[in-house]
């Protein structure tokens, strides 16, 4: 094969497709593709790719190159359909060719090697290692350049491999010392392939690198006075990375690194300047390194001010202050939507926290994944992330480390910029306020009184960019407007603030459009029911917002009502603001198509209003029953309530806990008449459907909110453990409230002590009863074996006597979270009594080998108690193990070693 030469028709044919591949006729363009697709059934169809790439100088670089790029293609995804002998063709060719002296087909075939290489493996290809490192010694800087960049292309595919042994040898071993040397080589390119190859294991912290740290710090001080930016912005990197892996290695010449990183941040070309900037961030992101860095704080502080002004090339793009608001959004401008299901989960994840809040305003922290895509900033340009962002971050995490002590360095700067006649220098020191916001605020409050009302007045300022950037910075104090130093003075700083704010809504810049209504949602978080005395106003804002926002805008319109809605809660339940807001959002409803993915944000908008009002109308519907009951009781001429209306709403109220849960929360605080008084009542009424759907509830309620339950908790338990009843007829109360008494062990812990002896003294006699019904009996195995998690010590005496009925119970439950905690209370309990199990340890045994899959805490602990049994018995355990069922012993024997 290596002998193969192309057929003179079939090559000129090739050539002349390749030719015309870029031509702008749509037809051509086509024909071209079908064709070259029809070639793909041609056995050295790749041989003819690979020699018009390599042997074909006289053709124009980019035919070569389209012949190399379809090359690559055809090996990256239709690898199997080529032959054996004509990969071996385009290998020798490619290493052959390597010094090629078009910069373009060199790296073209770094590309085809790497492919290769990435589709077998460099155990499939051995030679190739040795072949290349072999081509760094040519005295072709060509052959040198183009060997470095297959070298950076397989460092980047492949590390994990060359960091691994292959025939008994680590590849890295012989590669990175001769790349070291060179650093120093006179031609950019390979200096920069070089500090490309090696920077691919520092993070890694491959052995190899480690080994030769010292050579490779030693190499980058060589290259710190080199002028070339390419180099520069790689030498960068490297300390960065550095820094984060060994920080030991750069502390002993922390002046000299501090000097060069300062005078990179500075760089006239911004990705050199961007590299550098990010050793800052990864400095101040290492608390071990913080009093090294403090004492450069006040010149690294000036230098990533200058870093925050907008550069002219971010003006020529976002420097747009027309009155955009009746334009319609481009299709480019729309980022995909994704609904995020909410989460089961007892933690509180705080999404769309005041670090976003802004970030189409040039907030930092855009790379919380948990945020809204629509938070984001509406121009590509400026979505990348860039010098600007990353100084402002680096400013955010240098405040949240040094906190009050760098105000010194900062403030006198602040004063210059926020007063400044260029508006990006204003710009800028709005920006620099809300980056310090968080990590310096009890320093910066004492100013707060000047500053808010500075800033609600730039809400004014001629330019969209300084009005969008306010907007952010106003977010992340917002929290201080609703709580400032002395309550009394929240009407001066909260009233204006929501007014600005709701100002900036309406703007007629989509930016600030944008921003505003991103900063009026953080407010709402921050000032719930403050804002009841304003929602007319507020609900009139955004709802007129509807008739003037465009597409990308109403995404963020909806967050804000959905916001609303879930702040005030109960307080939107009037009808002249259900009958201001309902309609327009109903109309936008009617106009989205099914498949419509802006149907999402309006799920969750309406979903956060229906909450809202759905559950105060529950609230009070039972409150309503209730007081018709208690009426009715006083004088029997009054109608006695239709409990339906009671149990449905009771449900209703069930399902809207589990659905929201923790986010129930806001709305259990704020209902009136308090759903916890009600529910009160209610555990203790005359029909048991509602005190069936009352214990629900209950439980539900003590796995989304415990906290309010808490205060209850005595006259919750009282009422529960009396429901609690061996042969009762009211069945689905009794195990409802036996699920109940579980899921707030579960949440009360250690607390639950003085109720666990009445309870077991309900729940045994319910387990080892052969007539309770099948759900009564896992719920009151389960409550049992919670009592004996977070009560050993009380539960555990007890095992004799349930342990049997307890593992005939659990061994049929599904696997899942609640068997999970039971089978832990078991194990706790095992080691507070391991004798009352003896008689049982035969069911146990059973049920331990009924689980499917068993998580890793409980697993181990399986594994102990079953070995300690096994050593207490000692001779007799192999007698006890084959009286075993047969699956019973193998799936032990497999799992546990038995």
């Not at 032959?83 to 002296?101: F, N």
């Not at 600030?512 to 709402?524: H, I, K, M, R």
Request: glycine fraction near 6%; hydrophobic fraction near 40%; proline fraction near 5%.
């Amino acid at each position: 094969m290596l002998n193969w030469q192309p057929q003179p028709e079939g090559l000129a044919q090739l050539t002349q497709l390749l030719r015309d591949s870029m031509s702008a006729n749509n037809t051509v363009q086509t024909q071209v593709r079908e064709q070259l697709e029809s070639f793909r059934s041609v056995p050295d169809y790749n041989n003819y790719l690979i020699y018009i790439l390599t042997q074909m100088p006289q053709e124009l670089p980019t035919t070569r190159a389209i012949a190399g790029l379809l090359l690559k293609t055809n090996i990256q995804y239709h690898s199997s359909e080529i032959r054996e002998d004509v990969l071996e063709y385009v290998k020798t060719l490619s290493l052959r060719h390597l010094g090629d002296p078009d910069p373009d087909v060199r790296n073209t075939l770094g590309t085809v090697i790497t492919t290769i290489l990435s589709r077998k493996s460099l155990m499939s290809w051995p030679e190739v290692l040795p072949h290349l490192m072999g081509l760094l010694d040519s005295q072709d800087s060509n052959v040198v350049e183009g060997s470095f960049k297959a070298l950076a292309k397989i460092c980047e595919d492949s590390g994990d491999e060359l960091d691994m042994e292959i025939n008994g040898e680590r590849p890295l071993n012989f590669m990175i010392p001769k790349i070291i040397t060179y650093f120093q080589s006179p031609v950019v390119t390979i200096r920069v392939c070089a500090l490309t190859c090696i920077n691919q294991f520092i993070t890694r912290k491959s052995q190899s690198f480690m080994v030769n740290v010292d050579a490779f710090v030693e190499g980058l001080g060589h290259l710190s006075t080199d002028t070339h930016p390419d180099v520069r912005k790689h030498v960068c990197q490297a300390m960065v990375m550095l820094l984060e892996v060994r920080p030991d290695k750069l502390i002993p010449q922390i002046n000299n690194v501090v000097e060069y990183m300062l005078y990179s941040t500075k760089d006239d070309d911004e990705s050199v300047a961007l590299e550098a900037c990010e050793f800052w961030l990864a400095f101040a992101e290492q608390d071990a390194l913080k009093e090294h860095l403090r004492p450069y704080l006040n010149r690294v502080i000036p230098v990533l001010l200058q870093g925050m002004v907008y550069s002219e090339l971010d003006i020529i793009s976002l420097d747009v202050d027309d009155e955009d608001a009746n334009v319609p959004d481009r299709a480019e401008d729309m980022k995909p939507r994704f609904h995020q299901a909410r989460t089961h989960t007892t933690e509180n994840a705080n999404s769309g926290s005041a670090d976003n809040a802004g970030g189409d305003a040039g907030g930092i922290g855009d790379d919380d994944e948990e945020d809204y895509d629509e938070d984001e900033d509406d121009d590509d340009i400026y979505m990348e992330w860039n010098l600007r962002k990353c100084s402002a971050s680096a400013l955010d995490v240098l405040s949240a480390v040094y906190g009050n002590s760098m105000l010194d360095i900062l403030l006198p700067l602040l004063q210059t910029e926020l007063f400044h006649k260029d508006w990006q220098h204003r710009e800028c020191g709005i920006l620099a306020l809300g980056a310090v916001a968080e990590g310096c605020m009890s320093g910066i409050e004492p100013h707060l009184p000047t500053l808010i009302p500075y800033l609600i007045t730039t809400l004014n300022d001629p330019k969209s960019l300084v009005r969008a950037i306010t907007c952010w910075t106003l977010g992340r104090y917002a929290r201080w407007c609703v709580y400032p130093t002395n309550p009394e003075d929240r009407p001066v700083y909260l009233v204006p603030l929501i007014e600005g704010l709701l100002k900036m809504v309406s703007d007629s810049n989509k930016r600030v459009q944008e921003a505003g209504c991103s900063a009026f949602a953080t407010l709402e978080e921050e000032a719930c029911d403050a804002l009841v005395p304003y929602l007319f106003g507020i609900l009139k804002t955004l709802v007129h917002a509807f008739s003037t926002y465009q597409q990308k805008n109403l995404l963020i319109l909806y967050d804000a009502i959905g916001t609303l809605a879930d702040s005030v809660g109960n307080a939107l339940n009037k009808k002249e603001y259900i009958d201001l807001l309902m309609p327009c959002l109903i109309e936008k409803w009617q106009k989205l198509q099914d498949d419509d993915r802006d149907l999402f944000p309006l799920f969750e908008c309406l979903s956060s209003v229906t909450t809202a009002l759905v559950f105060e109308r529950c609230v009070k519907i039972v409150h309503a029953n209730l007081m018709q009951a208690q009426m009715h009781a006083q004088n029997p001429e009054i109608p006695a309530p239709d409990k339906d209306f009671m149990i449905v709403a009771l449900d209703l109220l069930s399902g809207l806990t589990q659905g929201l849960n923790t986010s129930v929360e806001s709305l259990v605080a704020s209902s009136q008449p308090s759903v916890l008084q009600i529910l009160s009542v209610c555990l203790a009424d005359s029909s048991a459907e509602v005190r069936q759907s009352s214990y629900a509830l209950l439980g539900d309620l003590a796995i989304s909110c415990f906290m309010h339950i808490k205060p209850y908790l005595n006259a919750f338990m009282n009422e529960l453990i009396g429901q609690i009843q061996p042969n009762t007829e009211h069945v689905s109360v009794c195990n409802n409230a036996a699920w109940a008494a579980g899921e707030i062990a579960l949440q009360y812990g250690e607390g639950m002590g003085a109720w666990v002896q009445p309870l077991l003294e309900r729940l045994i006699p319910l387990l080892t009863t052969e007539t309770t019904p099948r759900t009564l009996l896992d719920n009151s195995a389960i409550t049992i074996g919670r009592l004996g998690l977070v009560c050993p010590q009380l539960v555990g005496p007890h095992l004799e006597i349930f342990a049997e009925a307890w593992c005939h119970t659990c061994r049929t439950i599904r696997d899942n979270d609640e068997k999970d905690t039971a089978f832990r209370g078991l194990c706790a309990m095992i080691q507070v009594n391991p004798q009352g199990l003896i008689k049982s340890l035969a069911p146990f045994c059973d049920a331990v080998a009924q689980w499917s899959e068993v998580p890793h805490e409980l697993d181990q602990q399986f594994g102990k108690i079953l070995q300690g049994y096994k050593n207490m018995m000692g001779a007799s355990w192999e007698a006890f193990a084959a009286s075993l069922a047969p699956e019973t012993r193998t799936r032990l024997a497999q799992r546990y070693g038995l």
